[in-house]
């Protein structure tokens, strides 16, 4: 998420070249794959959706508010904050970020089902590579 700040900012060329990469970015980030696939179950207050994701891995306030910032711009998640006391605020995603999320939560059962599949090609490139040193 730096590079996308720094892009949003500074009016980056490459950016403007490929604006979907940094759509891609945001939606692929660490944080943005697991907020997107938690908000596909359902709406969230901001401290639900930082525990859940805190199951997985360990969040800061501060990332997981930028991440929701990022994707509310991006049209993926919509930010409704009820005028009441205390605040209340819940995150959901727009017809986009469901569709986005699908996609990703697609990739994330894949990479679970062929995680076998890849971790027997990481030990068949290890071996190759410890003899070919050997062999040098």
């Known amino acids: 998420m730096a590079v996308s700040s720094k892009v949003a900012g ?7 070249r490929c604006p979907y990469r940094l759509v891609l970015e945001h939606v692929t980030s660490r944080w943005g794959v697991l907020v997107l696939i938690e908000l596909l179950d359902r709406p969230h207050r901001f401290s639900e959706l930082r ?10 306030e501060k990332m997981l508010t930028q991440t929701l910032q990022i994707l509310e711009r991006d049209g993926l998640v919509h930010r409704d ?53 050997r062999a040098s």
């Open 51 to 60: 525990r859940a994701i805190g199951k997985v891995a360990r969040v800061s």
């Open 81 to 133: 904050a009820k005028p009441v006391i205390p605040p209340r605020v819940d995150y959901s995603l727009t017809d986009l970020g469901r569709e986005a999320a699908e996609q990703v939560r697609a990739l994330s059962l894949w990479t679970q089902e062929r995680m076998s599949d890849v971790e027997e090609a990481r030990r068949a490139y290890d071996e190759a590579r410890a003899l070919k040193a």
């Open 10 to 16: 500074a009016g980056d060329t490459d950016a403007a």
